[in-house]
């Protein structure tokens, strides 16, 4: 069933669960990503982002991921990650994705806070949720996501939600997007004052390559949202191989990526502790 953040992530929230973002820029990760949920009986969170769009164009799978959530027997947000432009956000909305990332991280504080306001104002009365980002989530590859100073500090946080309405906030603790060259070091003692001083549910970003550990800790500490995508790259892209290698054929090793990226869902959510949640 199509649901909205609000309609899941209260609950993850009190029952200190996280529900995990897993983007599907095709219809094969799609079907993966449902049927790993519906296994588990999982609420799961599933969409695009901005940056994948490249990938999949957003008029052709919008209708795919709407579908596969209205037919899905658990919960489903169709969630648009890292909109960068409110005129994408908008469309995204009207295609019919039942929650929208703002991300305005990167620009003036007073145009960020404008600017969520609005995608928040737009996205409510259409009965969809908005999630907003403050501080920087660095990005692995150009090894900045050790620098303390772009971590969120708990009072910005605090004034970023009330300002804005956002229904649910990605935190910069130290966790990065792609694949991490060094080891993240999380800051949970952060996350945990800006747990104390906020009252919606806080989202991690750049959950591919985190140990146990680091989820264990980032769950206690108050995430109930996590988004995944390269480790489902890594995973298809590893099954691909396998099947080029062995001359398996398109479709085998199409099936056997499909597998794959269902496995690597299964274990997050697992991991997560989303099962049996839906
Ligand atoms: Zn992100």
Do not use: W
Not at 84 to 90: E, G, K, N, Q, S
Not at 139 to 147: H, I, Q, S
Not at 229 to 247: Q, S, V
């Amino acid at each position: 069933m199509l649901v909205n953040l609000n309609d899941i992530l209260k609950k993850a929230q009190k029952e200190k669960y996280a529900v995990g973002l897993f983007n599907t820029t095709d219809t094969d990760m799609l079907q993966a990503a449902i049927a790993a949920a519906e296994e588990l009986s999982s609420p799961i969170i599933i969409g695009t982002a901005e940056v994948l769009l490249p990938y999949g164009e957003l008029e052709l799978i919008a209708p795919a991921l709407i579908a596969a959530a209205k037919r899905a027997s658990v919960p489903v947000v169709v969630h648009y990650d890292h909109g960068l432009t409110y005129a994408r956000c908008v469309e995204a909305l009207q295609r019919g994705f039942t929650s929208v990332m703002f991300d305005g991280s990167v620009k003036p504080y007073a145009q960020n806070i404008a600017e969520t306001k609005e995608i928040v104002k737009l996205a409510h009365a259409m009965g969809a949720t908005v999630e907003g980002e403050i501080g920087h989530v660095g990005e692995a590859a150009t090894g900045d996501n050790v620098l303390t100073d772009m971590y969120t500090t708990a009072e910005e946080a605090r004034a970023y939600a009330e300002d804005t309405g956002v229904d649910a906030l990605a935190v910069a603790i130290g966790s990065a997007h792609g694949v991490y060259k060094k080891k993240p070091m999380l800051n949970i003692g952060r996350l945990k004052e800006i747990r104390e001083s906020v009252r919606v549910p806080l989202v991690l970003h750049g959950g591919s390559g985190l140990s146990d550990e680091d989820f264990a800790k980032s769950i206690a500490g108050g995430i109930a949202k996590v988004n995944v995508f390269t480790d489902l790259c890594l995973a298809g892209e590893k099954a691909m191989k396998e099947g080029t290698e062995k001359n398996l054929g398109y479709l085998e090793t199409r099936n056997r990526k499909v597998d794959a990226i269902r496995e690597a869902v299964r274990t997050k959510i697992r991991l997560f502790g989303s099962a049996g949640k839906a």
